[in-house]
Nanobody, 126 residues
Framework: AQQLVESGGGSVQAGGSLRLSCAASGYTYSNYCMGWFRQAPGKEREGVAA????????YYADPVKGRFTISRDNAKNTLSLQMNSLQPEDTGIYYC???????????????????WGQGTQVTVSS
C-alpha cells in the first residue's frame, strides 16, 4: 500500500531551523510530484512547497519563499523540506503528499494530491 511517513518535526525558537523528511513506499516514487503542506491550529491546510518528478522544478507559497527549500532523492524515495528563519506563524502540522504527474506536464500547484502522510508537528516559539 502507498505510504508516506514524515519525520523531523520539533520545537524551535524563532529564527531557528528544522529539516523535515518524508519516506515514501508502496508506489513508484519517481512517477509522482511531491508537496509539503501545513495546517495551523484553527486554520485550513495550506500548500507550502511542491517539486517536480526529477526535482529540477519547484514551487513555493509566498510566505515561505526564500526561507524554505524542498528537495527529493529519487534513489532513496525521500522528500525533504529545509526550513530556515522559522517564525511563530510557521507553527503547525506538516504533511507530505504525492500527486501523479508526467514528464513535461509540470505545473506549480497545490491541487489534486492523491495521498498524504500522517503529519509531523512543528512548533516555533517567539
Amino acid at each position: 500500500a502507498q505510504q508516506l511517513v514524515e519525520s523531523g518535526g520539533g520545537s524551535v525558537q524563532a529564527g531557528g531551523s528544522l529539516r523535515l523528511s518524508c519516506a515514501a513506499s508502496g508506489y513508484t516514487y519517481s512517477n509522482y510530484c511531491m508537496g509539503w503542506f501545513r495546517q495551523a491550529p484553527g486554520k485550513e491546510r495550506e500548500g507550502v512547497a511542491a517539486i517536480s518528478l526529477s526535482g529540477s522544478l519547484t514551487y513555493y507559497a509566498d510566505p515561505v519563499k526564500g526561507r524554505f527549500t524542498i528537495s527529493r532523492d529519487n534513489a532513496k524515495n525521500t522528500l525533504s523540506l529545509q526550513m530556515n528563519s522559522l517564525q511563530p506563524e510557521d507553527t503547525g502540522i506538516y504533511y507530505c503528499a504525492a500527486r501523479r504527474c508526467y514528464t513535461g506536464s509540470w505545473t506549480g500547484t497545490f491541487a489534486d494530491y492523491n495521498f498524504w502522510g500522517q503529519g509531523t508537528q512543528v512548533t516555533v516559539s517567539s
